[in-house]
């Protein structure tokens, strides 16, 4: 089992930056792979980014040159650092670990172990 707690979501007016962070524990070798996903209301949870224990990223083609996914494998911590955010990047914001392939696919949301959480809003 493995256990993922996220904070850093909050409001932040259109253009502003935010930064997620996930801690890992329990059994993490057991996933080689650690990103977020989101899920916006009336809308299907979806890929956002991907890091491999090797630190291969890879990212959605909506994020891509805003976001960055980085982690620290001593602290078992993966940040998120959202930039310019838009309207349409308002959701929530769930992190992940899963095992084999960390690359983010267009309609692919499956994940071994979820967080609870976290809301991100942008406002115009």
């Known amino acids: 089992q493995v256990q993922l707690v996220e904070s850093g979501g909050g409001s932040v007016q259109a253009g502003g930056s935010l930064k997620l962070s996930c801690v890992a524990s329990g059994n993490t070798d057991s996933s080689d792979c650690m990103g977020w996903f989101r899920q916006a209301p009336g809308k299907e949870r979806e890929g956002v980014a991907g890091i491999a224990t090797n630190g291969f990223t890879s990212y959605a083609d909506s994020v891509k040159g805003r976001f960055t996914l980085s982690k620290d494998s001593a602290k078992n911590t993966v940040y998120l650092q959202m930039n310019s955010l838009i309207p349409e990047d308002t959701a929530m914001y769930y992190c992940?670990?899963?095992?084999?392939?960390?690359?983010?696919?267009?309609?692919?949301?499956?994940?071994?172990?979820w967080g609870q959480g976290t809301q991100v809003t942008v406002s115009s």
């Open positions: 992940a670990a899963w095992a084999l392939d960390c690359t983010v696919v267009p309609g692919w949301a499956s994940a071994d172990y």
